[in-house]
């Protein structure tokens, strides 16, 4: 343990510094997104001595695994019940041409596969945590994460901008304006931010979050797939990750207890109410943050820059394809 403390020591520092950016000035750009970048900052400008390294690897793939198994706490995959047979087709159908699409793109472009599947997957599913999830099932790189969250962050941050604008000047109803945010936006912050653009109270908030959500659900059986497809063409058998089964185990607990509520997820503390699933999602994010840190820590800043700007270029064009794939869908399925 004494080998490890003073990298996790660092990566603590930075993710609460991290934070506190996001809280203040930077609240535009994801804490991730700022954890890598300093991370990056401090690895390329500071040289960090070795004994840093065993703790700043304990918080990339130790920690990370079970901020994904936390992550479960997120999912609810009695949410796809909810929505009509069209809309869930949608969803299925954005999320499968994202990934084919930005694979595709990106073997044209010379990018390698991991790297543009994780940008398809930031796309289509969840963002950030979608690639932190999916990276360890297809065998990605740390600079494969790293760049592919720095970029569908920066994309989604653009997007929320853009698709408020346009709340207001789309033909669109509530209802297929809620739908059009929560089934093309990256990130569930920014699909939801986007989705509320016509008022708080009004019920493309209440749609848009519904559909994002089920794109969150469905991030477990698309990491099945993708193991499966990746074992194939790497010729190789691999056995499928422990902690994304825990992951996928701890989504259907969650699930069905919030049907038949099993077990109560709130305890008092003294005067206080603790809501036992809030704080596993505040403490899944932060194991998360930690690990990105990390990775951001293990960064090549000349490799990262030449390889980002041909991932974000890539990613826009995919960001583009799906938010009128998405328009195209709902006009013709008549929602």
């Known amino acids: 343990m004494k080998d490890i403390y003073k990298g996790l020591l660092l990566t603590a520092i930075i993710s609460v510094i991290s934070i506190m950016l996001n809280a203040s000035f930077l609240n535009f750009i994801e804490t991730m997104t700022i954890g890598i970048l300093l991370g990056i900052i401090v690895a390329n400008v500071f040289r960090i001595p070795e004994s840093f390294d065993k703790g700043i690897s304990f918080a990339l793939k130790k920690i990370l695994k079970w901020g994904i198994v936390l992550l479960g706490v997120k999912l609810n995959f009695s949410l796809l019940l909810e929505l ?65 969250v720095t970029v569908i962050s920066l994309l989604g941050a653009i997007g929320v901008i853009v698709y408020s604008f346009l709340a207001q000047k789309l033909p669109l109803t509530d209802l297929q304006y809620g739908i059009w945010s929560g089934s093309s936006l990256q990130g569930v912050a920014h699909a939801i931010a986007a989705a509320g653009a016509r008022g708080t109270d009004n019920i493309s908030l209440e749609i848009g979050t519904l559909v994002k959500m089920s794109r969150v659900a469905l991030l477990a059986p698309v990491a099945l797939v993708l193991r499966s497809l990746f074992s194939k063409s790497q ?83 995919v960001f583009v394809l799906i938010s009128l794939t998405s328009l195209a869908g709902i006009r013709l399925s008549g929602c």
């Not at 499968?96 to 990106?106: D, L, M």
């Not at 790297?115 to 740390?142: K, M, Q, T």
């Not at 305890?267 to 036992?276: A, E, F, S």
């Open 84 to 148: 009509g047979p069209k809309i869930l087709l949608l969803v299925v159908s954005l999320i499968t041409i994202a990934i084919t699409a930005s694979y595709f793109v990106g073997r044209a472009h010379k990018l390698n596969p991991c790297l543009s599947v994780l940008l398809g997957v930031g796309s289509s599913i969840c963002g950030a945590s979608a690639i932190v999830a999916i990276a360890p099932v297809i065998g990605a790189e740390d600079e494969d994460v790293a760049i592919s």
């Open 235 to 317: 010729e190789r058998k691999t056995k499928f990750p422990a902690y994304v089964i825990y992951f996928i185990l701890v989504g259907i607990l969650f699930s069905v207890n919030d049907y038949f509520n099993f077990f109560p997820t709130a305890c008092r503390l003294g005067d206080m109410t603790v809501d036992i699933t809030v704080l596993l999602k505040k403490v899944s994010n932060i194991f998360i943050l930690m690990s990105m840190v990390a990775m951001g820590l293990k960064v090549n800043f000349k490799s990262f820059e030449s390889r980002a700007s041909k991932a974000l270029v890539i990613c826009s064009f």
